[in-house]
């Protein structure tokens, strides 16, 4: 089944700097990929979705690319602020109501 | 307010015992799954349910045991509790019948087994 990667594990920042948050897959059939903030003691909040026919994505703060040669999806946070202190989290949908989350990766922006 | 709501937010249990977690979602979606986090594995798939069906099913003991009264409730029964089922329990919930839905994701059930 598909198997999704996340690096870092962890991330720290200086305040202003950007972070970058990468998820490898297997599935080359994968065609759905979501991206999660969860902040300490709370619930996974949505932050993009990523579609296939889709490579770049901007948010509020954010850039999502997908490389589907590679199998790669990246988060950048530009200008990090210390609000942006949380676990960010790739999912990949794999079909048949199935979703497979990366492993997380604990971020910290330090003022 | 929250749209999917899960009940009770903290639940501590003794070893052995059965427990069951609440949820209920008022998206109007037609797809809920359970997952589990902890300290061991972040984030992990545990069941999905589509019209009250069961569509997939990671959970390699019987001990749990998805119920779907209504489309809109998927409850989670765990029996025979160990300490090692200490965890978050979150519910989530999309709509379609494909993946470009992403699910959203409840408060969470914190479960601690002594």
């Known amino acids: 089944g598909e198997q999704v990667e996340q690096r870092p594990p962890h991330l720290s920042v200086r305040e202003g700097d950007s972070a970058v948050i990468t998820c490898t897959y297997t599935d080359p059939n994968s065609y759905y990929f979501f991206w999660y903030k969860q902040e300490p003691g709370a619930s996974l909040q949505l932050l993009m979705k990523?579609?296939?026919?889709?490579e770049i994505n901007e948010g509020q703060g954010f850039t999502v690319l997908l490389n589907k040669k590679d199998k790669r999806l990246s988060l950048n946070l530009t200008a990090a602020h210390p609000g942006d202190s949380a676990a960010y989290f790739c999912a990949v949908g794999t079909g048949n109501y199935k979703y497979v989350f990366g492993a997380g990766t604990r971020l910290k922006v330090i003022a | 307010d929250p749209k999917i709501i899960q009940k009770p937010k903290y639940l501590v249990a003794v070893t052995g015992s059965e427990k069951i977690l609440i949820c209920e979602q008022y998206?109007?979606?037609?797809?809920m799954y359970w997952y589990r986090q902890s300290a061991k594995k972040p984030l992990e798939f545990m069941f999905s349910y589509s019209y009250q069906k069961l569509m997939d099913n990671q959970t390699a003991s019987s001990r749990f045991q998805p119920q779907s009264s209504k489309k809109n409730h998927l409850d989670l029964q765990i029996t025979a509790l160990k300490p090692d089922d200490s965890a978050t329990y979150f519910c989530a919930s999309s709509q379609g019948t494909v993946n470009n839905q992403a699910p959203l994701f409840g408060e969470g059930t914190r479960l601690s087994v002594l």
């Open positions: 990523v579609f296939s026919s889709t």
């Open positions: 998206l109007g979606h037609n797809a």
